[in-house]
């Protein structure tokens, strides 16, 4: 067999648990759920823009899966299958023993069959599609915010912008402190069953990825809404709370990217049973605002802190182009 099949069989190729022809034809097969309709989302991760060259393998795997399921989570939908494009720039076997632990443990954790991919040598490029099953018509979207909606946000946000920060030395955490917030960034948690729980509850949804004034962005543009949030209310962890009154921790909460946290509006009448879903899931939901109608026909997301003063953030989330 030639190295290329050795190393797909060896590293990629793993039991299913529903799908029809997975990995070793020139397709797979998959069937959905009668009523289902397929959702589907890719995500690219590139060595030395999306992560560290010497990140930790295991890890790398588990988060070029996640933040593809991440994406399942924001569109309510159940993820069930993904192919993994990976360009290698040679065959390292130590590195292709976690880099596919991370991944399979991720799929695992989350039933998600790898159904094939593409294997080529080149500059390290990982690309993982996703597919998953929502229901006919129940999905979440960006562009179905309404005024008068309550904006919420699950767990807490800044973490693994304050862990990238301290890895990049550009502040000093203690080592306890790394290792808690580094997660975050490096084994991001995708909600998958506050996404499917969301279905009957919220009018929009999106993941953070790229930092929430960013993110809560898309969603207010595609809706031709604005916003108004708290930066108080918006849950964090001990260090950013308290260094809130410092700019770049500002910046981290409200802009950080790969939190991979749901923010997602529902009508004001929906805040009891969203404070059930927090209790049944163990997941802290917070509100942190409302959405208001635009102003001059564009949107816009204005922070303001405990005293009333507006905050202006001047980036407002990561753009690879800008
Ligand atoms: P083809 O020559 O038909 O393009 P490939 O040699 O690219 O086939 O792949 C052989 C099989 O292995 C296919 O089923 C493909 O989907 C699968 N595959 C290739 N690379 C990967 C990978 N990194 N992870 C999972 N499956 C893969
Ligand atoms: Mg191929």
Redesign the pocket.
Known sequence: MSP??NL?KQY?TRPTNHTLLG????A?LVQTQVGMQLAISADMLVSGTHFFADTDAYKLGWKSLAVNISDMAAMGAQPKWA????ALPAIDEKWLAAFSQGFFACADTFNVD?I????TRGPLTISVQIMGEAGVGKSLRRDHAKVGDQIWVSGELGTAALALNALMDKLTLDEKQLETYRKSLEQPEPRVALGLALRDIANSAIDISDGLLSDLGHILEQSEVSAEIYLNDIPCNEYVSSHLHEEPVQKMLLAGGDDYELCFTAPIEMQYKIKELSKQLSLKLTHIGHIIPQKDGASKVVVSDDNGNIIEIKETGFDHFA
């Open positions: 290329e099949f797909i990629f990995v070793g034809d020139d797979a192919t993994l494009a990976i790898l094939g991919g593409d294997t």
